[in-house]
């Protein structure tokens, strides 16, 4: 069998796409799909005979082993953003690449725990140097400032930094850093606030984390991989590196811009050019439409009719004659 012909995937896509039972008129999304998809392999794996799974795919063979099939979508979601597509479905090869994810998850899920248990022992353990939090909602309330000084012992040095915010009650966890502090551990705050036009207030907040960080690369960060350009007639996004972009994230640009631009009087078009995406004033139907009407005036002396032209390729412009 090809690898383009899954029955696997390819009912997983057909669930995606249109209603699982079109009479009783229920539609899951992409989510709640691989949701099914996985408690029916699982199933399967426990009761092969009479399974689910084994009544829409009925040449399937036994499963020895039980998938996370969630986590893989997650995690592959993570790196794609596939769920967020509202007009492209998921691909062959997106489903595909989502179930050999799942195919060595327990794995992977092994390691996790290996990993996060090790990382508990070390949290206990004597050599501990650093502890960080998550300042709001922990440290302070959301959007709150740390309300008294504190002393901070870093590297056999103290060095008194004002922490002083503009709330007049005390806050319980200072009295926790301290400790910690007075113990030798260096005691990190984290926050994603921002403070448009009052960089101040970050170093009130999160004094030296600015000077510790490299300009370049918090530039390549931030800025996006992507550049807009405005033409005469036309507006794009193109890729300015070599690298090319996720076709399927440009299809999904473009059918976008299609349904905000849907109620435009304006000819246009807005397409996926393979590695950009762009919308044109005028399109082919504008131009055939102008090509045809002149010709057929100049060559037939009458009015354009279906029998009398043709568009190779372009089929769908003539339904509009």
């Known amino acids: 069998m090809l690898k383009e012909e899954d029955p696997l995937i390819e009912l997983i896509r057909e ?15 992409t989510l709640e799909v691989f949701a099914l998809v996985e408690d029916m392999i699982n199933e399967h794996v426990a009761s092969p005979q009479g399974s689910r799974l084994k009544k829409y795919i009925p040449k399937v063979k036994r499963m020895f082993m039980r998938i996370n099939l969630m986590d893989a979508v997650h995690a592959y979601d993570a790196v794609t953003h596939f769920s967020r597509r509202k007009r ?10 989502i179930l050999n994810l799942a195919t060595v998850w327990r794995m ?10 090790f990382a508990q022992i070390r949290a206990i353990a004597p050599t501990l140097k650093l502890v960080t939090f998550d300042a709001d909602d922990t440290i302070y309330a959301d959007g709150g400032s740390i309300r008294y000084r504190l002393v901070c012992y870093i590297c056999d040095c103290r060095e008194v930094d004002s922490f002083r915010g503009w709330d007049s009650e005390s806050s319980d966890m200072v009295t926790v850093i301290v400790e910690l502090l007075k113990k030798g551990l260096v005691v990190s705050l984290v926050t994603a ?61 473009a059918l976008t811009v299609q349904h905000v631009l849907r109620h435009t009087t304006i000819p246009h078009c807005a397409f996926n050019g393979g590695n950009d995406v762009w919308v044109d004033i005028g399109n082919k139907a504008l131009g055939i439409s102008a090509l045809q009407h002149y010709v057929v005036r100049l060559v037939a002396g009458s009015k354009v009719r279906a029998s009398i032209v043709r568009c190779l390729g372009g089929s769908k412009w ?4």
Request: proline letters at 8%; aromatic letters at 8%; glycine letters at 6%.
């Open 108 to 117: 992977w899920m092994l390691l996790a725990c290996f990993l996060m248990v």
């Open 15 to 29: 669930w995606i796409m249109a209603p699982i039972d079109e009479s009783a008129g229920l539609q899951l999304s």
């Open 88 to 97: 492209v479905p998921p691909t062959f090869k997106d489903v595909r690449h």
């Open 193 to 253: 606030a921002g403070y448009p036009g009052e960089p101040q207030r970050y170093e009130a907040r999160l004094r030296g984390v600015g000077p510790s960080s490299d300009s370049a690369k918090m530039v390549a960060l931030l800025d996006m991989p992507a550049k807009i350009l405005r033409k005469e007639r036309a507006v794009g996004i193109y890729n300015p590196t070599d690298k090319r972009f996720v076709y399927e994230n440009l299809e999904e640009i």
């Open 318 to 321: 003539e339904k509009n004659l």
